[in-house]
């Protein structure tokens, strides 16, 4: 009996150190064509959240670079990836994308190219964060869907589009998780 515990501890052990190490070596390319995976983000606390620039939820910028400003120097990480799924609303190059964030809500945390969350072409981050085996899957319904994601690498947290991201939730798990 012990020895069955022991094994499936380590088992159990093994998996959550496979996991974490699987979403700093995916691909991604910034939205200034550099590719690069996340491991430079490695041990710090990651917000992951697919954005849209024409969106009745683009507001949402300013909350995540505000959490962002607040939260960089502790170790927070706010990660944006452009996707045109939803109603059409990210229709721009990325070089629109990365100007009208700029120009419009100051966005000073890291944002990659525009991708697929859903279907056939979905990027493997995604596939990663809402796979059958994931913490939290299922499908991105719309745009501002947020991942919270630990300093271990592990996704502790999903919040839809209506979550804003400086909600008294969203902050006290980001802090718990810093």
Known sequence: MKRTLALALFALSTLTQLSAEMIYDI??????NQSETLAKHEGKVLLIVNVASKCGFTGQYENLESLYQRYKDKGLVVLGFPCN?????????????????????GVTFPMYEKIEVNGDGQHPLYAYLT????????????????????????????????????SAKVVLAIENAL
């Not at 691909?27 to 200034?32: A, F």
């Not at 799924?85 to 809500?105: K, R, V």
């Not at 300093?151 to 979550?163: F, K, L």
């Open 27 to 32: 691909p991604v390319t910034t939205i200034d």
């Open 131 to 166: 796979g059958e085996n994931a913490a939290f899957p299922g499908k991105i319904r719309w745009n501002f869907n947020k991942f919270l994601v630990g300093r271990d690498g592990e996704v502790i947290a999903r919040y839809g589009s209506m979550t804003n991201p400086e």
């Open 85 to 105: 799924q939803f109603g059409s609303q990210e229709p721009g190059t990325n070089a629109d994308i990365a100007s009208f964030c700029s120009l419009n809500y």
